[in-house]
């Protein structure tokens, strides 16, 4: 069973950066389109970015220009730098594959949060 471990919140204030990364176990890693997706405080939990195993990506319009999702499939690792940080990023983040239908079991996910 795959592990993801999200990690690289925290506080930081409006126009500010932080890089989140996301370690998973399990040998199939490599050949799966990873995302990052958040969820704020009641509000339903939303797909960010997306990578694909060659390294396409996607994102939402919200987080366009200032957000880059990239991994390194050596290290089993997807990242996702964050750039001119808002209030409205503030969520908890987390890192899964991109399949609506059958997810991996969730991480604990990462606090971001942007004061402004």
């Known amino acids: 069973q795959v592990q993801l471990v999200e990690s690289g919140g925290g506080l930081v204030q409006a126009g500010g950066s932080l890089r989140l990364s996301c370690a998973a176990s399990?040998?199939?890693?490599?050949?799966?389109?990873m995302a990052w997706y958040r969820q704020a405080p009641g509000k339903q939990r939303e797909l960010v970015a997306l990578?694909?195993?060659?390294?396409?990506?996607n994102y939402a319009d919200s987080v366009k220009g200032r957000f880059t999702i990239s991994r390194d499939n050596a290290e089993k690792t997807v990242y996702l730098q964050m750039n001119s940080l808002k209030p409205e990023d503030t969520a908890v983040y987390y890192c899964?594959?991109?399949?609506?239908?059958?997810?991996?079991?969730w991480g604990q996910g990462t606090q971001v949060t942007v004061s402004s």
């Open positions: 899964n594959k991109f399949n609506p239908v059958n997810y991996w079991p």
């Open positions: 990578i694909t195993s060659g390294g396409s990506t």
């Open positions: 399990g040998s199939i890693f490599s050949i799966v389109t």
